[in-house]
Structures are given as structure tokens and as C-alpha cells.
């Protein structure tokens, strides 16, 4: 059981790159989220699911999409890189029913140049 | 929106000392609350949950934290603190969609 896990770990970018970060989880949770952290403004959602094929914006939607094709998978992409989406990632996931407590990925150092 | 406020950014502890960590919240109704903690170039890790009941609650790592409907707080705390103790901790309140709002952190450093 591995929870929830992440790839890739680090990425550096060049701006205007694109990629996607992959989150899998394991423990069959409905819910799955992104954060961006960021020093000193602790963690801020940027989209979220509450099932497999949806999604909904979190608080810093802008230069990011998802998708959750799969119940256990939630993609986070980024088509054209810039220096300001320099961050680290993090996904996490919940159950429904218990809800709220959520389980967190190891997270994704991205830089962008 | 609920919001969350940790007034202090940065405490320095020694080992064996107690330790508390302050979180505010603003919401209308009775909330849920969390503390989580982050060690170096980890992910977060539940250390305790408020939904109800008691309002005091106990959690891992020997956490405790007391949920004051009157002042909107939710601080934490630790009787002794270990030198693995340090690490950046967070305090959350729970919205819609089992979404989570976070503070901006606590950076707790323990010294011998």
C-alpha cells in the first residue's frame, strides 16, 4: 500500500515548456487535490476532483489544468511554464464519508528559468 | 472563504521544553480543524483532527490542542519536545468539498 505518490520528484524547466505532473493513489479515495507551496504562505489548492471525470478550480487555478480519467490518478499540467509557477507541488486525496482528513504525496520540486 | 491565521512564523524551543503553536480561524459555523506536520522535504502528515465532542484532542507524537469556540483558536501543543520535533507545522480548517485552507506554517527548531 503505498499511498499516495508522485512523478517525477524534481523538474527543472525552461519557461514556455510544457509538462505534466502525475499523482496515483491506492486507497480507492474519491477526492484528490493540488497544492503549490510557496515560503511563507503555506500550502494553496489550485484544482481539485470529487470523482473520477471532474474537476474544479482551487484558489490559484490560472496557468494549470487537470484531468481525472482515472479514479486513482490526477494529472496536473502545465503548458506553458513560467518563472512564477516555480514551486513545490503537492497532491493529496480523501475519502468520502470520513472526508476533510486528507493524505499527502511526497511532493515535486519544480523550477522554471 | 474560511481563513486561517498562524501569528508566529518562526519558534525556537530547547529539548525538553513545552511547546505551543497558535492558529485563528475565521468561520461561521462549527468548524473542522486539523494541524498538520511537514518534516524537511517531506509531504504533510495528520498529527490531530477537531469535528466535534471533546474539545480537547489528543493526537500522534504526544500533540495535543484545545478548540476555544470564543476566541476562534485552535493552538497546539507538547508537554516536552524531542530534537525530532522540528519541523514546520500547519493548521488547517476544512470548507466545502472537503476542501482545506492552511495557514501559512509554524518553523519550530529545536535546540539541544
Known amino acids: 500500500n503505498a499511498g499516495v505518490t508522485q512523478t517525477p520528484k524534481f523538474r527543472v524547466l525552461k519557461t514556455g515548456q510544457s509538462m505534466t505532473l502525475l499523482c496515483a493513489q491506492d486507497?480507492?479515495?474519491?477526492?484528490m487535490y493540488w497544492y503549490r507551496q510557496d515560503p511563507g504562505m503555506g500550502l494553496r489548492l489550485i484544482h481539485y476532483?470529487?470523482?473520477?471525470?471532474?474537476?474544479a478550480k482551487g484558489e490559484v487555478p490560472d496557468g494549470y489544468n487537470v484531468s481525472r480519467l482515472k479514479k486513482q490518478n490526477f494529472l496536473l499540467g502545465l503548458e506553458s511554464a513560467a518563472p512564477s509557477q516555480t514551486s513545490v507541488y503537492f497532491c493529496?486525496?480523501?475519502?468520502?464519508?470520513?472526508?476533510?482528513?486528507?493524505?499527502f504525496g511526497p511532493g515535486t520540486r519544480l523550477t522554471v528559468t | 472563504a474560511q481563513s486561517v491565521t498562524q501569528p508566529d512564523i518562526h519558534i525556537t524551543v530547547s529539548e525538553g521544553a513545552s511547546l505551543e503553536l497558535r492558529c485563528n480561524y475565521s468561520y461561521g459555523a462549527t468548524p473542522y480543524l486539523f494541524w498538520y506536520v511537514q518534516s524537511p522535504g517531506q509531504g504533510l502528515q495528520l498529527l490531530l483532527k477537531?469535528?466535534?465532542?471533546?474539545?480537547l484532542v489528543q493526537g500522534i507524537k504526544g500533540f495535543e490542542a484545545e478548540f476555544k469556540r470564543s476566541q476562534s483558536s485552535f493552538n497546539l501543543r507538547k508537554p516536552s519536545v524531542h530534537w525530532s520535533d522540528a519541523a514546520e507545522y500547519f493548521c488547517a480548517v476544512g470548507e466545502v468539498d472537503y476542501k482545506l485552507s492552511f495557514g501559512a506554517g509554524t518553523t519550530v527548531t529545536v535546540r539541544a
Open positions: 486507497m480507492n479515495h474519491e477526492y
Open positions: 477537531y469535528f466535534s465532542g471533546d474539545t
Open positions: 476532483s470529487v470523482g473520477e471525470g471532474t474537476t
Open positions: 493529496a486525496s480523501s475519502a468520502t464519508g470520513v472526508g476533510y482528513e486528507q493524505y
